[in-house]
């Protein structure tokens, strides 16, 4: 993590990563900060329950500090997207 400055955390593809990063933008907030927190999420990880719930507490405190950016290459690690769970279209969710 200390490799590239400004990644302050890596994770897999189970959703975790958008948990620390509503944490952070939640402390952020909180010591009246008035930076951003960036996180990249995969399209096959966002089929994670844990995504969802997350996202949901980030609207609800209007984390406006929180930019969320999904890797859409309709593909996951065991193989295309349609042909697991189809999450299309992201956009209306």
């Given at each position: 993590?200390?490799?590239?400055?400004g990644i302050d955390f890596t994770s897999?593809?189970?959703g975790n990563g958008i948990g620390a990063t509503v944490?952070?933008?939640?402390s952020l907030?909180?010591?009246e900060r008035k930076s951003?927190?960036?996180t990249i999420l995969g399209d096959?990880?966002?089929q994670e329950g844990i995504v969802w719930e997350t996202a949901s507490i980030a609207s609800h405190l209007k984390l406006d500090n929180l930019i969320v950016i999904?890797?859409?290459n309709n593909f996951q690690s065991s193989g295309p997207i349609e042909k697991i769970n189809n999450i299309k279209p992201i956009k209306n969710k």
């Amino acid at each position: 993590m200390r490799k590239t400055p400004g990644i302050d955390f890596t994770s897999g593809s189970l959703g975790n990563g958008i948990g620390a990063t509503v944490g952070m933008a939640i402390s952020l907030k909180i010591n009246e900060r008035k930076s951003r927190v960036f996180t990249i999420l995969g399209d096959g990880e966002i089929q994670e329950g844990i995504v969802w719930e997350t996202a949901s507490i980030a609207s609800h405190l209007k984390l406006d500090n929180l930019i969320v950016i999904i890797d859409n290459n309709n593909f996951q690690s065991s193989g295309p997207i349609e042909k697991i769970n189809n999450i299309k279209p992201i956009k209306n969710k």
